[in-house]
């Protein structure tokens, strides 16, 4: 066999082993992306009326932000899921539901985003979120501690942890989704109606 023959088949060879290994080369798994949701129930008229709120900072626990969706295994172990992600900024998506939320339940406009460039003399909002995921029971769990602070900045009125958990009615991850924005909404009711509360309650002092 001589060099020219030898060199046809190795280039042969060649292209038959880069068709084989491109054949068997595995397709990189798709990647999903994820928005919360507010509430889109119509606004409620309450009778008092209520101080501009500023919502913020709100504290996210790290594990939860870091772009991809959670699962618990149990309570000491958690999936970060690669092909399932949050479209945007996790903490950003938080806080304009909780506004949306807030507003629906209040039914005002004066609810502002921590950082604002807007004078704020009204009540602050600031949240830690502790979880919110998908728990080991398939439920889809939203928790956070929370604190309303008087128009002085300094003062606490009210501080409390709140937990919810609710179904899935599936067990994709667009139900999740839908269920962790549902805990959101459930958790901005309790907080404006402590909101409320407050509201009348200085109403009657004054």
Not at 61 to 82: I, P, R, W
Request: glycine share 6%; proline share 3%.
């Amino acid at each position: 066999m001589n060099n020219k023959t030898v060199n046809h088949f190795s280039s042969f060879f060649v292209l038959l082993l880069l068709i084989f290994t491109g054949g068997c080369m595995k397709q990189g798994l798709p990647i999903y992306y994820y928005t919360l949701d507010g509430s889109t129930q119509p606004a409620v008229s309450r009778a008092d009326s209520v101080p501009d709120i500023l919502v913020g900072p709100i504290h996210i626990a790290s594990f939860l932000d870091q772009g991809q969706l959670v699962t618990q295994n149990s309570a000491y172990s958690v999936n970060l899921e690669e092909q399932h992600r949050w479209a945007g900024d996790l903490q950003e998506m938080v806080s304009n539901v909780l506004i949306n939320d807030l507003s629906h339940a209040l039914g005002t406009d004066k609810i502002y985003s921590f950082p604002s460039t807007q004078a704020i003399e009204g009540l602050q909002l600031t949240i830690s979120l502790l979880h919110l995921e998908k728990n080991p029971d398939g439920q889809a769990l939203v928790e956070a501690r929370w604190e309303i602070i008087s128009d002085d900045g300094q003062t606490i009125l009210h501080i409390s942890t709140s937990s919810y958990k609710t179904a899935s009615e599936t067990s994709d991850y667009d139900a999740l989704v839908k269920g962790l924005s549902e805990g959101l909404s459930r958790l901005s009711k309790e907080i404006a109606d402590k909101i409320s509360q407050l509201t009348s309650m200085k109403r009657k002092q004054a």
